[in-house]
């Protein structure tokens, strides 16, 4: 069978699957476009070939992760993949790019066949930020997942800590109240040591309740809180007062500095007597015997008050330091742990952040440590958040 190779080569070249597009070296015009480069360049079949410019094709901003046409691009014979060129509307498009240079009729010649890519990169871009957001979800749902396990295990601590806890000042009580019930003392001076034992074992009990109980309420967001401008010196001067007595027992020097005249600063009073006893408590309670424990408030800052206190104690390790202020963490084992729930801490530093303050530390072992907390000198909270407390407000039986 004879074949018109003319007819032939012109039905091969339009129906092929790939753009086709020859450009003449000198004058960089277009002599030859097959249908689908038309429509992958949106050009109107009746479009004169002499205004379809190799120029045209290169875009009018690159973008990331594509090569624009260039004319310098033609230099390259082969396959260049991710091209990206211009369309007749001057909307971009990326193509893979076929590229071989021709002699025709004596001159020199440009072979461009090209496939559209567009729509697969795009896919594929879309594809890989799916991947990329399930990637990221599920390393989320992993530390969630470690988290959740964290905290389970922190429950199991808490509530072990809290019957140990719970279970010394009960077992106490329950003792010494059967000796006092059977009269198993011999004088008054001894009844009167065995009351004294039950009331201490009390007020410790009561501390444990209150603890939970304050957690419970701030966890709940049903704490409530007061916060005015008051003077500090009304709330530190009692707290202080009432640790001297302590400090004096366990034999440790308790140092006050204050600036005279009032210090005023937007606090709930109630609240930060809290913060302030758990702090100084804490810093008797583990400085050994003969040891100091400095109270001082620094007013150089305008813009909040600093209460530091600073003890002569243990200190705390550096890697130990971030769980003070975590809620169920306990340093150290059970058995050994100082007397109390662990969350005066993280009681303190949720109260701190309520007012618009903080609550920091810094410790060294062997030399002791500091807590800082800094109460807001000006106004940081929403309006609607200062207001006086009530004249009668019974914190105890408020409902958790």
């Known amino acids: 069978m ?26 960089s015009q277009c ?66 790019l076929g590229l071989r240079k021709l002699v025709l009729s004596g001159k020199t010649h440009y072979l461009l066949m090209f496939q559209d890519v567009t729509i ?12 990329q957001e399930i990637h990221n979800a599920y390393q989320e749902l992993l530390v969630q997942n470690k988290q959740l396990k964290e905290l389970d295990l922190a429950k199991d601590r808490f509530i ?47 501390e444990l309740v209150n603890d939970i109980l304050d957690f419970a309420k701030i966890q709940a967001g049903k704490m409530d809180f007061f916060v005015s401008l008051t003077d500090l010196r009304s709330v530190l001067d009692l707290q202080v007062s009432n640790f001297e007595q302590m400090a004096a027992k366990k034999k440790i020097k308790l140092i006050y500095h204050c600036p005279d005249g009032e210090v005023f600063c937007y606090f709930d009073n109630i609240r930060l007597g809290e913060v302030i006893a758990n ?14 424990v400095t109270v001082s408030v620094d007013v150089s800052d305008p813009a909040r008050v600093r209460l530091t206190v600073a003890d002569t104690g243990h200190g705390i390790a550096a890697e130990n330091i971030p769980k003070v202020f975590n809620e169920f963490e306990t340093v150290g084992n059970i058995k ?23 609550i920091t530390l810094e410790s060294q072992l062997k030399k002791g440590t500091q807590f800082f907390i800094d109460i807001p000198a000006k106004k940081v909270l929403p309006e609607t958040e200062y207001k006086e407390r009530p004249a009668q407000v019974d914190d105890l039986l408020s409902t958790v």
């Open 2 to 27: 004879n074949y018109d190779n003319t007819n032939l080569y012109q039905v091969i070249t339009e129906e092929a699957i790939m753009g086709i597009l020859v450009f003449e070296e000198s004058s």
């Open 31 to 96: 002599v030859y476009t097959n249908r689908l480069a038309q429509e992958i360049l949106e050009l109107s079949p009746d479009t004169p070939m002499e205004t379809i410019k190799l120029e045209s094709l290169s875009p009018s901003s690159d973008r990331a992760g594509f090569r624009s046409f260039t004319r310098e691009l033609l230099s390259l014979e082969g396959l260049v993949r991710d091209v990206l060129i211009q369309k007749a509307d001057s909307s971009p498009a990326v193509i893979d």
């Open 120 to 131: 697969q990169k795009k896919l594929q871009r879309e594809i890989t930020l799916k991947q």
């Open 160 to 206: 072990a800590l809290t019957t140990h806890e719970l279970r010394t000042p009960l077992s106490a009580i329950f003792a010494t109240s059967e000796v006092l019930k059977n009269k198993f003392y011999d004088t008054e001076e001894q009844r009167d040591e065995f009351i004294e034992t039950v009331y201490e074992q009390a007020t410790l009990l009561l």
């Open 279 to 292: 702090v100084v408590n804490n810093a008797i309670k583990f400085t050994p015997e003969g040891g100091t």
């Open 336 to 358: 050994t742990h100082q007397k109390g729930t662990g969350l005066g801490m993280p009681i303190s530093k949720r109260i701190m952040e309520h007012m618009g303050g903080s």
